[in-house]
């Protein structure tokens, strides 16, 4: 009881001593964070305000706006635009004893300028009637025996960028060009809608193999009837590289370089690492924690084990220029 009374007396010290405030713009599109804000609004009496949009139009935002920004983080959904706007001087390196302990080097800034909160497998769901052998690897992907199967959305989005980007990590340009160019002859269709459009096309015979994000299977299985019924239709297969493992994507989160509240946006950033956080984004959200000991959604658990690629965000974010250079010239629409 005084140890709980102390904790909170400290909290609510340190909330006032700092501003009872910290801003938020956010790329993250998921109805489950709203939930994390109350209870991070909750366990400490800080108020968090969001602004959410795409990130491309958030970190526009944040330039135009430029020390007067009152963003204090930034939080994007994929490897990519963290690293853009880290480019851009949007961040500043913070120290956190918390994050810095629990977040490995693969999923964040060496000057600590910005975390990965979670973490998000590139997966293949495989119409059940198809058959495939058990191991994948993405380079078979581009295989002919696979010709007018491979469902893919947009090489404008950018979770196929940061996938060219692991690609073109692992095997090069010129394999990975040549890789793209082998998928885009097996598209069942030219690329259009979203992830969770390409599973409700293979569960409707357009093609047999979709590439996907993890959660969105998760979010699908928890939808209406049909797509329901999608999930119950499919395979989850987890790819791997010839020499890796499956991609990986983040949702990663910095403080921003003129925040006003900077201790209240590492609070809130090392509140998304939390255990307990961190335990809703995989029970709600169904993505994978990105700190050790945090539990995983029995659904996301009961699709195999990951065995995560070792190619860092920063890497991703590095080649992502150069990948979607790669996909134009491979015709990836
Ligand atoms: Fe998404």
New binding site residues.
Partial sequence: MFKKLTLSAIVLASSLIAGSEVNVYSS???DTDKELYKMFEKKTGIKVNVIQAKADALIKRMESEGTKSPADVLIT??AARIFKAQQKGLFQPIKSDYLEKNIPAQFKDKDNRWFAVTK?ARVIAVRKDVKMPKEVFYEDLADPKYKGQIMVRSSSNV?NQSLMAAVIAHNGVEKATQWAKGVVANMARNPKG??RDQARGVANKIGSIAIM?T??IGKLANGKASDKDVVKNVNIIFPKFKDGGTHVNVSAAGVTKHAKNKENGIKFIEFLASKEAQSLFAKANYEYPIIKDAEISPLVASWGALNQDNVSINKLGEENAAAVKALDVAGWK
């Fill in positions: 993250r599109h998921y959904v994929d998000r979770y979203s992830d994000n959660y969105y």
